[in-house]
């Protein structure tokens, strides 16, 4: 890999390019329609017309959104771009499990993730600084997990979850994993000790819905 175009050129597409340059990529640019500014942090920024210029010069592609929402309609709106999984080097994996990555793609892992083995990783996740996700877990398509959040073993996370900073989820078992529903949102620092029902809002220690 050796050029990168980032969509979002805010906090976490810069996060992104952090671990770009980690993995010695040279040439990156950030993709932005949502900003006047020519750069961010010395990166050039481009406009959603130029992105078929890019592909054509051999620039692959992340999405550097955090919400899972905007996340799903950039690779919407652009599905035919080569989306690479981008690994931060001091990302550390159980038995098998780096391997089975590459059975997916879009997926950005940042420094200090812990992934255990035996998990099912869908595309297009975000997992964050310090996250920790357990073995014989389900992360389905368009996840983000926020920094320091702690996923024991045998938690299913449906599509388009937001997991907040911080967050510790009870393990399941083998017969009824811990089941996070689609489109819901876990708050900042909350401890899930049951289901989470889709398209909710929960928060507190134990996490209860918002209504």
Same mark, same amino acid.
């Given at each position: 890999?050796?050029?990168?175009?980032?969509?979002?050129?805010?906090?976490? &597409?810069?996060?992104?390019?952090?671990?770009?340059?980690?993995?010695?990529?040279?040439?990156?640019?950030?993709?932005?329609?949502? @900003?006047?500014?020519?750069?961010?942090?010395?990166?050039?920024?481009?406009?959603?017309?130029?992105?078929?210029?890019?592909?054509? !010069?051999?620039?692959?592609?992340?999405?550097?959104?955090?919400?899972?929402? $905007?996340?799903?309609?950039?690779?919407?709106?652009?599905?035919?771009?080569?989306?690479? +999984?981008?690994?931060?080097?001091?990302? @550390?994996?159980?038995?098998?499990?780096?391997?089975?990555?590459?059975?997916?793609?879009?997926?950005?892992?940042?420094?200090?993730?812990?992934?255990?083995?035996?998990?099912?990783? &869908? +595309?297009?996740?975000?997992?964050?600084? +310090?996250?920790?996700?357990?073995?014989?877990? $389900?992360?389905?398509?368009?996840?983000?997990?926020?920094?320091?959040?702690? $996923?024991?073993?045998?938690?299913?996370?449906?599509?388009?979850?937001? $997991?907040?900073? &911080?967050?510790?989820?009870?393990?399941? @078992?083998? !017969?009824?994993?811990?089941?996070?529903?689609?489109?819901?949102?876990?708050?900042? &620092?909350?401890?899930?000790?049951?289901?989470?029902?889709?398209?909710?809002?929960?928060?507190?220690?134990?996490?209860?819905?918002?209504?």
């Amino acid at each position: 890999m050796e050029k990168i175009a980032i969509f979002g050129s805010s906090s976490f &597409g810069r996060e992104v390019a952090d671990i770009c340059h980690e993995l010695g990529i040279k040439e990156m640019v950030f993709i932005d329609d949502f @900003t006047d500014a020519e750069e961010a942090t010395g990166i050039r920024i481009f406009k959603n017309r130029d992105v078929n210029s890019l592909k054509t !010069q051999g620039y692959e592609f992340a999405i550097g959104v955090g919400a899972p929402e $905007i996340r799903q309609k950039i690779a919407a709106e652009f599905p035919d771009l080569p989306y690479p +999984n981008l690994v931060h080097p001091s990302a @550390t994996f159980g038995r098998g499990q780096r391997e089975a990555i590459e059975n997916s793609h879009g997926n950005i892992i940042a420094a200090g993730v812990r992934l255990s083995h035996n998990i099912q990783l &869908g +595309n297009f996740t975000v997992l964050n600084l +310090n996250a920790v996700v357990g073995h014989d877990c $389900i992360l389905e398509d368009y996840v983000s997990i926020m920094s320091g959040s702690l $996923i024991s073993g045998n938690v299913a996370i449906r599509d388009s979850v937001y $997991i907040g900073c &911080g967050v510790s989820v009870i393990n399941g @078992t083998a !017969q009824k994993k811990v089941e996070i529903g689609k489109n819901s949102v876990v708050g900042m &620092g909350a401890v899930v000790l049951r289901d989470v029902d889709e398209e909710s809002k929960v928060f507190g220690n134990p996490a209860r819905q918002m209504r």
